[in-house]
């Protein structure tokens, strides 16, 4: 017998005759009835406890925004190939398809984002055009990720609701952290020590 | 039912990490005597209670999603043969290789033989309970690979050839002074300034392993999750060693026990609200990666998943103990446990230590493997309380300790001590005897409150951990004979 065929033998013998399948309650909160600016405060409040800086601007200023965001960080900017052009720093390179590695040569990295969570203080990258492959995310030591009021919902249900199960996704709560040793949080580890965002709204 | 009555095996002696060469309360003298261990573990249990109470705090319907994530994890397990076959065929579709593996050995061999199909000669590792359990780096040291440990925990141990002591916070039991030391003597080229500033520590990290990250061809991950519905595995992390294995290398082999599926993608909500809370205390860890399968030109294009039983059907057939199944390895269990506060987690000789390990070990090796443990807790409830999906461990560890004493097939000395005992105390007249004689105890007491920890033995087995107080100079019967007449 192969292995696939003991273990679930072995499975339905361990479980004898089957049970009705039991009814899973989901009586937590689902939704988040917070007005928006609200949802969009808590965001703030979140990221920012968690060590990110947060620049608030009008749709139509987040160009200058992130230019400013980025002032004072020497070397070049890599942008995810879908992008808006608005948004780009003058000088910015886009996202090729290099080889992965090869992305450590640039300073910071400028990507949208697919979802944000306020009362958890996340942003979830989908790998699409706007946000980017995984690595542009990670390597580059400066983060800029641009959100904009549509995408902020207020709870994790409403969030993970919105994604493509079938995309690789990366959630990302503040800059790269430990709690190993004395179980101390400190920022910066293997990813990006800065987390940039750059949140846009009316 | 038992799972040596239906012929299910347990996890194989001589391979993994689920068994300790010593029992608990030898080892576990030990390590009380080791002031600077209680004092490393007694500051970070503190911290990281703190910081889980005030974050649970925050979400008020903590009490729902709690019932949601034990009601799913038993869902999970009434239905776990289709919803693995589901996830096989979703993996599949989407270009992963699946691969099933009956006990440690097995799993070994079968990542052994994949890393040597891409002729490499070294592997970065994220954190990962499972291939701990199953020994995965000896074997895969055995056959001349590199396994190299990238979670900063787990290099500290690996580094400081050591073991792990905490599910979450591997080297929970050095502190930044020790870490200091250690990272000193044992990484090339390190500043000789390094200081015990643990953002420094940090630091050092990242430049001893960046290097390694770019180089990497495999890479071998855990699993915190899988979803069968869409083939979608979660690896729930913060410092970014994860993203680095799971998307730089070419390959990636991903280990996970049977039992860490859900059925839907709908029930991550619960899990992603559950887990971070009740693991390092953040409402959300920094960094979480999902992924279904190969993406062409975005990380690893060769995926493969080994599904691991070793002993977990065994647990699964015994119908109190299968909710340690449930179990999401969040480490909320051993933070709140006065008994691990103080022993720390070699003591428990498994690599799941605590109270979720004082339930799981011995199930997963059958309770003779791992008697002791059982044993090792008050039955207190701290851990019941915290647990996000609420495993009722105090339940199923004086269910253990039943089995064990079920399984004797020679009388203990403790059994024949209760046998006497049960007589005395259902004749009357044999009860007075027996509490005028036990009067004698005060002779040995000289006026001390508890007898003398150190009886002769068979006595001592019982007296070493326990406080006999010192007999009442009058009984309770006595007294009220006294008092108010026969």
């Known amino acids: ?202 | 039912m038992t799972a040596v009555f239906l012929g299910i095996p347990t996890a194989p002696a001589g391979v993994g990490n689920l068994r300790g060469d010593r029992s608990f309360p030898d080892a576990a003298r030990d390590a009380l005597r080791d002031g600077q261990l209680r004092a490393n573990l007694g500051h970070a249990t503190t911290t990281i209670r703190g910081k889980r109470a005030g974050v649970v705090a925050e979400v008020p319907d903590w009490a729902e999603l709690r019932e949601a994530g034990r009601a799913i994890k038993a869902a999970t397990m009434a239905r776990l043969d289709e919803h693995l076959i589901a996830l096989e065929e979703q993996v599949t579709a989407r270009g992963g290789t699946v691969h099933w593996a009956r006990d440690a050995t097995e799993a070994n061999q079968i990542v052994t033989a994949l890393v040597q199909a891409t002729g490499a000669t070294e592997v970065v590792k994220v954190k990962s309970m499972a291939t701990q359990e199953i020994g995965l780096n000896e074997a895969l040291e055995a056959a001349g690979i590199e396994a190299l440990e990238t979670d900063l925990a787990e290099l500290i141990v690996q580094l400081g050839e050591d073991k792990p002591s905490h599910i979450l916070v591997p080297a929970i039991h050095k502190n930044r002074a020790e870490i200091r030391e250690i990272f000193a003597r044992t990484i090339p080229g390190v500043d000789p300034h390094l200081t015990d500033d643990p953002r420094k520590l940090a630091m050092a990290a990242r430049e001893h392993l960046r290097e390694r990250f770019l180089r990497a061809r495999v890479a071998v991950s855990g699993a915190n999750f899988a979803v069968a519905e869409t083939g979608t595995l979660a690896v729930v992390e913060s410092e970014g060693n994860g993203r680095m294995c799971l998307t730089l290398p070419q390959t990636l082999i991903t280990v996970m026990g049977i039992e860490k599926l859900v059925p839907t993608w709908r029930d991550l909500e619960v899990f992603l609200q559950l887990l971070p809370r009740s693991s390092t205390g953040e409402r959300m860890n920094p960094y979480t990666s999902l992924w279904a399968g190969i993406t062409p030109g975005d990380g690893p294009q060769d995926f493969h998943l080994v599904l691991l039983d070793n002993g977990r059907t065994a647990v699964l057939a015994d119908e109190v103990g299968r909710e340690a199944l449930h179990c999401i390895r969040c480490s909320a269990c051993l933070n709140v446990c006065p008994v691990y506060e103080r022993t720390g987690g070699h003591a428990y000789g498994s690599v799941y230590p605590g109270p979720i390990g004082a339930v799981l070990s011995p199930q997963l090796t059958g309770v003779e493997d791992n008697a002791s443990l059982p044993y090792a807790s008050s039955l207190c409830g701290a851990c019941y309380d915290v647990c996000p999906v609420a495993i009722d461990i105090p339940s199923i560890l004086v269910h253990l300790r039943a089995e064990h004493v079920e399984a004797q097939t020679r009388t203990t000395p403790e059994a024949a001590a209760f046998r006497a005992l049960s007589k005395v105390m259902s004749h009357p007249r044999l009860w007075r005897l027996a509490q005028r004689a036990a009067g004698l105890g005060r002779f040995l007491a000289r006026g001390r409150p508890t007898l003398p920890a150190a009886l002769p033995p068979p006595a001592s087995a019982w007296t070493r951990t326990r406080d006999l107080p010192t007999p009442p100079a009058k009984t309770f019967t006595q007294q009220w004979a006294e008092e108010h007449g026969s």
């Open chain 1, 1 to 202: 017998m192969s292995a696939r065929d003991d273990v679930l033998a072995r499975i339905r013998t361990a479980l004898g005759t089957q049970q009705p399948p039991t009814e899973v309650a989901r009586d937590y909160r689902t939704t988040d009835d917070r007005p928006l600016p609200e949802l969009l405060d808590v965001l703030t409040d979140r990221l920012e406890d968690y060590q990110a800086t947060v620049h608030r601007c009008a749709p139509d200023a987040i160009g200058p925004t992130v230019t400013a965001a980025l002032h004072g960080i020497p070397g070049d900017v890599v942008v995810a190939p879908g992008v808006p052009a608005q948004w780009r720093p003058a000088g910015a390179i886009e996202d090729d398809g290099r080889p992965a590695v090869d992305l450590t040569a640039f300073a910071a990295t400028l990507t949208g984002v697919t979802v944000a969570v306020a009362e958890t203080g996340t942003l979830v990258l989908d790998a699409s055009p706007i946000c980017g492959r995984r690595a542009l995310s990670l390597l580059p030591d400066v983060l800029v990720c641009v959100v904009t009021a549509d995408q902020v919902v207020g709870s994790v249900p409403e969030g993970l609701a919105r994604l493509d199960p079938l995309r690789p996704l990366t959630m990302i709560s503040g800059p790269s952290a430990t709690s190993d040793i004395e179980l101390q949080r400190v920022e910066g580890v293997h990813g990006p020590r800065t987390l940039l965002v750059v949140l846009a709204s009316d």
